[in-house]
């Protein structure tokens, strides 16, 4: 196969896998419905599929209730019978609609279906989860934001009573612990892991040509080695007699909210979680606001030939303009974006925000390795290709 045939046939297997889930589900809800294995003394259809298959009971028992699911909602079904939209989709969009509240109407219900079908066109299964979240702008526009506002509040609320960290030796020279906490706690954490696990940090404490092993280096391993250079090396002078945060998170949120006008929920720029205009507010007092101006002259953002090197200021006002992601197209990296001239300073390029582009340390790779061309997109985003 040719790298267009083999391309081609992976996207049409994604179909073809879609549609066989929808069957798979429709068929395991009609043998629910006749009680198939109860003849054979199974507790459930379910259990005697898992038996009958060698798979786990939840893995079963998940091909069944997607069944009933989706044969309560027709639209959803038939998206995914048609390979339009993949299983991990469907259960998106299915959990969302069911937790809508009893007083939503069909009609509203039906309106919010067929929205989340609008956007697995253009969203993947973690994408489409987050804007779900904001499925009250589609059913009631005017109440959304502060429905959401309710929302996050009441589950910012339940993170903090529910937090824990457990701490234990396994006894073979090893410490294993578990945590959990809330959302804004984890974000500043896997800030604080990436910026250890950057390649400029490797080099600067470990010695030169070490930077490049970190930043191939992925998964659980890589973040718990730069876990465990945290604590080492964090400096017992830093540490805070008070609460806060020992990362910069950059936390967008209106003028109107910010000063109680409107409850409208922020966002964390670099994950896309929202936080509630309350918490919001919380850390403007706090930490302080970032004033970020875009032409304006509280920071100097054009610096021309004068410097190669883009500023703190330019750098946060690129990550602000492009969402926190990498422009790459169908890019998802969101962590320690590199400031690229468009132009090669080299070739005459000035360094100023025009010229910029933010890029993940593999795209930013790719715009410096003469086997590939890029190309910049009328909306700013950049895409690559092959050169012949």
Not at 187 to 207: E, F, P, S, Y
Not at 215 to 243: I, S
Not at 345 to 371: E, F, I, S, Y
Request: charged content about 25%; glycine content about 10%.
């Amino acid at each position: 196969m040719s790298d267009t045939e083999a391309a081609s046939a992976l996207v049409e297997l994604q179909s073809l896998k879609a549609q066989v889930a929808e069957l798979e589900a429709r068929v395991a809800r009609h043998a629910d419905d006749q009680h198939v294995g109860q003849d054979r003394g199974a507790s459930s259809t379910a259990v005697w599929l898992a038996n009958q298959t060698r798979t786990t009971r939840a893995a079963a028992h998940s091909i069944v209730k997607l069944g009933k699911d989706l044969h309560a909602h027709p639209f959803t079904r038939q998206a995914l019978a048609a390979g339009v939209i993949g299983r991990d989709q469907a259960r998106v969009i299915l959990r969302w609609v069911d937790t809508l509240p009893d007083e939503t109407t069909a009609e509203q219900k039906t309106t919010a279906e067929q929205h989340l079908l609008d956007l697995a066109m253009d969203h993947d299964a973690t994408a489409l989860d987050r804007l779900g979240r904001r499925l009250w702008e589609v059913i009631d526009p005017d109440g959304a934001d502060a429905r959401e506002a309710e929302i996050l509040e009441r589950q910012e609320a339940k993170a903090l009573r529910s937090m824990y960290l457990k701490v234990w030796e396994d006894g073979d020279g090893s410490t294993c612990g578990a945590f959990k906490m809330p959302q804004l706690g984890g974000a500043a954490l896997r800030k604080i892991l990436a910026a250890v696990m950057a390649a400029k940090h490797q080099n600067a404490t470990k010695g030169a040509g070490t930077g490049h092993l970190a930043a191939v280096r992925t998964g659980p391993e890589a973040q718990g080695q730069a876990f465990y250079e945290l604590l080492m090396r964090f400096p017992k002078n830093k540490l805070p007699k008070l609460g806060g945060l020992n990362a910069t998170l950059l936390v967008t949120i209106s003028e109107e909210s910010l000063l109680g006008r409107r409850e409208q929920a922020g966002t964390i720029l670099d994950t896309g979680d929202r936080i509630s205009p309350a918490l919001a507010r919380q850390l403007a007092c706090e930490a302080g606001i970032l004033s970020v101006v875009l032409g304006g002259e509280s920071e100097v953002l054009d610096l021309g030939r004068e410097q190669r090197l883009h500023s703190q200021a330019q750098r946060i006002a690129i990550t602000i303009r492009q969402g926190g992601q990498c422009a790459t197209e169908g890019c998802d990296r969101t962590n320690g974006l590199h400031a690229h001239h468009l132009i090669e300073w080299a070739k005459g390029g000035p360094t100023d925000l025009a010229n910029a582009v933010g890029l993940c340390h593999w795209h930013h790779m790719r715009a410096h390795d003469n086997a590939y061309g890029m190309s910049r997109g009328p909306n700013g985003s950049v895409t690559f290709h092959r050169r012949e």
